[in-house]
Nanobody
């Protein structure tokens, strides 16, 4: 089974940047689309960005367009989310998501943006 472990969260001031990483175990990582979701306190888990198996296709939530970039390195079994121009409303727990027939979620990493 594939397991996902996120890292890179933390506290940052508004306007700052963070890059989240998700490391996946297993040899079939490159066969699955990947995504990032986030969940703010008291709110539902929301889609942030996704990337195709080969990395050639990406899409973003409107709130992330122009500020966030999703990428993956299939040789290293990692997917990243570069976040720039962060806003207090980006504060949430960010989750890595593996698609396909056997969906997997990471444990989440906290991102806190102070005003």
């Amino acid at each position: 089974q594939v397991q996902l472990v996120e890292s890179g969260g933390g506290l940052v001031q508004a306007g700052g940047s963070l890059t989240l990483s998700c490391a996946a175990s297993g040899r079939t990582f490159s066969t699955y689309p990947m995504a990032w979701f986030r969940q703010a306190p008291g709110k539902e888990r929301d889609f942030v960005a996704r990337i195709s198996r080969g990395g050639g296709f990406t899409s973003y939530a409107d709130s992330a367009k122009g500020r966030f970039t999703i990428s993956r390195d299939n040789a290293k079994n990692t997917v990243s989310l570069e976040m720039n121009h962060l806003r207090p409303e980006d504060t949430a727990v960010y989750y890595c998501y593996l698609g396909g027939p056997n969906v997997r979620w990471g444990q989440g990493t906290q991102v806190t943006v102070s005003s």
